[in-house]
């Protein structure tokens, strides 16, 4: 059966498939929150059962380990079958059905596990179309439900799991709290996953509704939490101030000299590693049409809002370079009134986002370093906890891999396709990266005001038919290799 057939067979089932995406967002498969437990295995059963229905041979694979009372989610981890003389690249699609919580509840329109769908707020590209609201309509449970229709779509037509290409799956429901038991998964069953050659993940977004993109780099990270310490008790202010030092102040001192004038971060080797930019790649992503004012205007500010590394646009700065941001700064007295206290300790979060070629552990030792050598007088840090690492991955434009997917989404979408980078991490692609040794190709469909994580999540139909079709021709691609 051709694509044509696969391609008719969504048309013809569109109502059916968004069906079946609904019930799986009545599931509230709250990953992090013990008292969801049973309802994260039932979502992983949802998916297990409709890969299933799709040819594949998958089950679940329990990360749990009750006897060191260690929770954990079961993995939905399985693969189809390639026809015999296949000659493409065995794919290993990686999703996660776990959510985030629905809290504040109160701020939804409607129940978050209720979904439901909600006309186009009028006509043009520039406010929401026809949309599914719930948590998880966008992520990760839309775009992973388009990628099982896709799937679907090729059995029902062509009676062959993945129209007869090998594709192995990993779809986790740890995702939202960090993927705890993922690297161990991965160890586990490195063997397995090793006979992959490229990863597709469908958990990015477009260029803006009607625009599809591939997005082929994403940001690493490294995000720490430290304590200064200071006296070994809270003082008066008036008995001790200007006579000993005050952590609050010298850790607001010392962060602020994170950065030169011009935005540097000034850790020395912070930028040693830093692949430079091209003169291509900035007119490539100048052509893409970006109204960075609009963005600013968006968050409330104007023109002079573009602050950052000097001699860089704020889209070279998201896609391109490295930043570090104060994620968080407290201690002393915050409650209501007047407390005339200097505190004993000062607590900071301090995050960096990295590009392809930085190495985390070697920033996070940097910065180590960088504190120790700029211990206030008088103070000492605590030790700094590492909440989590990860990799910067960018898959090279001419990879084969990702022309087939750039050419199959063009053909699904009938749109030039553009070439985009991401700011933010995806820290199994780095995980992936560096333990197996696999490129990733993000193949997204969301939209910047899908409002993942937030209230009245959604996710537009428009934006789900595109990822559907464009899975469905992918497998074309692939077949014909």
Request: proline share 4%; hydrophobic share 35%; net charge negative.
């Given at each position: 059966m051709s694509v044509d057939g696969a391609l008719s067979w969504l048309e013809i089932n569109d109502k059916a498939s968004i069906d079946r995406w609904m019930d799986w967002l009545r599931i509230p498969s709250v990953g992090t929150d013990p008292a969801h437990d049973a309802d994260t295995r039932k979502a992983a059963e949802w998916c297990r059962d409709h890969l299933r229905e799709s040819g594949f041979d998958v089950d679940l694979v329990e990360t749990a380990i009750p006897e060191k009372k260690h929770r954990g989610q079961p993995v939905v981890f399985g693969h189809s079958e390639g026809d015999p003389g296949y000659k493409g690249p065995r794919i290993l699609f990686y999703g996660h059905y776990d959510v985030q919580p629905a809290d504040p509840v109160e701020l939804w329109d409607s129940p978050p596990f209720e979904p439901v769908i909600k006309p186009a707020d009028g006509p043009g590209d520039d406010v929401p179309g026809e949309r599914v609201v719930a948590r998880g309509a966008q992520d990760d449970k839309g775009q992973v439900t388009m990628f099982l229709e896709a799937m679907r779509a090729w059995k029902e037509t062509s009676g062959k799991a993945a129209g007869g290409v090998p594709i192995t799956v990993l779809i986790e429901g740890e995702e939202e709290s960090g993927s705890v038991?993922?690297?161990?998964?991965?160890?586990q069953h490195k063997d397995e996953l090793a006979k992959c050659d490229v990863v597709l993940i469908s958990d990015?977004?477009?260029?803006?509704?009607?625009?599809?993109?591939?997005?082929?780099?994403?940001?690493?990270?490294?995000?720490?939490?430290?304590?200064?310490?200071?006296?070994?008790?809270d003082l008066h202010s008036g008995a001790w101030g200007g006579k000993c030092p005050n952590p609050l102040n010298e850790l607001a001192k010392t962060l602020a000299k994170l950065w030169d004038d011009d935005?540097?971060?000034?850790?020395?080797g912070f930028y040693d590693d830093v692949a430079p930019?091209?003169?291509?790649?900035?007119?490539?992503?100048?052509?893409?049409?970006?109204?960075?004012?609009?963005?600013?205007?968006?968050?409330?500010?104007?023109?002079?809002?573009?602050?950052?590394?000097?001699?860089?646009?704020?889209?070279?700065?998201?896609?391109?370079?490295?930043?570090?941001?104060?994620?968080?700064?407290?201690?002393?007295?915050?409650?209501?009134g007047a407390k005339t206290v200097i505190p004993s300790h000062a607590n900071a979060k301090v995050s960096f986002r990295l590009v392809a070629d930085q190495d985390p552990s070697k920033i996070l030792a940097s910065f180590k370093k960088w504190l120790a050598d700029n211990t206030p007088k008088g103070c000492r840090w605590s030790?700094?906890?590492?909440?989590?690492?990860?990799?910067?991955?960018?898959?090279?434009?001419?990879?084969?891999?990702?022309?087939?997917?750039?050419?199959?989404?063009?053909?699904?979408?009938?749109?030039?396709?553009?070439?985009?980078?991401?700011g933010g991490s995806i820290p199994v692609a780095g995980m992936l990266k560096n333990g197996l040794g696999l490129d990733t190709i993000f193949m997204g469909f969301g939209l910047e005001d899908d409002r993942i994580h937030s209230p009245n999540e959604k996710y537009e139909l428009s934006s789900f038919r595109m990822g559907a079709r464009s899975h469905v021709v992918f497998i074309d691609e692939l077949l014909n290799f």
């Open positions: 038991n993922l690297e161990r998964f991965v160890e990015t977004t477009m260029l803006g509704r009607g625009k599809p993109a591939i997005t082929y780099g994403v940001r690493g990270l490294v995000y720490t939490e430290f304590t200064l310490h200071g006296p070994d008790q935005y540097r971060v000034t850790i020395p930019l091209t003169d291509d790649e900035r007119a490539q992503w100048k052509n893409l049409g970006i109204d960075e004012n609009a963005l600013l205007k968006g968050i409330g500010l104007g023109p002079e809002g573009d602050v950052g590394e000097k001699g860089f646009t704020m889209t070279e700065r998201e896609w391109a370079r490295p930043t570090c941001d104060i994620n968080g700064m407290w201690g002393g007295y915050i409650g209501e030790e700094v906890k590492d909440h989590g690492t990860g990799l910067g991955v960018t898959l090279p434009i001419d990879s084969d891999y990702l022309q087939a997917a750039r050419r199959a989404l063009k053909r699904a979408a009938d749109k030039d396709v553009a070439m985009i980078k991401s």
